[in-house]
């Protein structure tokens, strides 16, 4: 998933959800965005003092306007192209 495939299939959701990933069982939250070359690496970030900050959609909005539509959309662990989404809980899970 590119982000100009992102920005459609998203543009009327909510802006206040939350970004998760699913890794295993488990859905952690993104609160860590790094540009790589023609990607755009979603990830976590080691706790803060306030635990784990989660982006939201208005968020990732805001601080993604600025690059090339056709930048992936990847894990930071591994590199893994992002294929889709779903909402679960008021949340976003890219998987």
């Known amino acids: 998933m590119n982000l100009d495939e992102f920005f459609r299939a998203s543009g009327t959701l909510n802006p206040k ?3 998760l990933i699913s890794e295993g069982q488990h859905f952690l939250p993104i609160n860590q965005l790094l ?20 982006i ?4 990732f909005m805001t601080r993604t306007k600025q690059l090339a539509l056709k930048t992936d959309l990847r894990t ?6 992002i294929f889709g989404f779903r909402i679960v809980n008021k ?3 890219f998987y």
């Open 91 to 93: 949340s976003i899970v």
């Open 17 to 19: 959800l939350t970004l």
């Open 35 to 54: 540009i790589d070359k023609n990607s755009l690496l979603l990830g976590k970030s080691s706790p803060s003092h306030g635990g784990f900050a989660t």
């Open 56 to 59: 939201t959609l208005d968020q």
């Open 76 to 81: 930071s662990n591994d590199h893994q192209l």
